[in-house]
């Protein structure tokens, strides 16, 4: 009998070939796309990065559950080095014949595949709310233990409060099976890793390209209104 992870894994795998046309369409009616929403939030992980100490050039990031690594390119120059995971072995096919320089790896869903104190900085961008509710715990602390001491985590997710999340979600074939979380969810999940100093800002309450259009974007970070929100926690 086929495990949750095997299941889900089969599933991304039936969408790799499809997977930037899927979200497209669910985000139509938008005007906006897939690579919009990649870029802006690349752009909030490289200032989110920059603000600490050492910045994010010199940063060494795994994207946990990178998919088909879109944004990769984006990202590539900007940090010090960038490896990616992924239960898909269909989509990591695709982020190794994009991005040959970077490390990719297939894994089970829960354990990653390096050793402890490996990475300065982690992020899931979009990706817990497809991780079964009782899996996530185990994920969030497995990622702990690859960050070094210091070390960053951010969960990029949906907002469930935003009509218009809502609505791309559930237009969405790859968002089906998808369990939203609030961001008392997130914080919970940092929280009972062991993460500290835990915070939460909401994105996209403006369309955020640029500089400028991110800072009034911040002007609205605290309240529930961005399509999306990014919780921070520090390997403490």
Known sequence: MKQPDDIKAAE???????????INKALNFSGLDIDFF????????VDILDARQGG??????????????????????RVGAIAGIDV?????AVARQRNPGIRYEVFDGTHLPFEDRSFDAAFAINVFHHVPVAQRPALVADVRRVLRPGGLFAIFEHNPL?????????????DKDAVLLKRRDSEALLQGAGFSDISTRY?????????????VDRLFSLLPF???YYTLGNNR
């Open 88 to 92: 898909s072995a269909a989509s990591i």
């Open 38 to 45: 990649a870029r802006v939030k690349n752009d909030y992980l």
């Open 162 to 174: 935003n009509p218009v999340t809502r609505r791309i979600v559930d237009t969405c074939e790859f």
């Open 203 to 215: 994105i996209f309450s403006v369309p955020a390209a640029g500089t400028l259009l991110r800072k």
């Open 56 to 77: 994010a050039a010199k940063a060494e990031l795994i994207d946990v559950g990178c998919g088909v690594a879109n944004a990769h390119k984006q990202l590539t120059g």
């Open 226 to 228: 961005g399509a999306q």
């Open 12 to 22: 991304f795998d039936a969408y790799t070939a499809n997977y930037n046309e899927e």
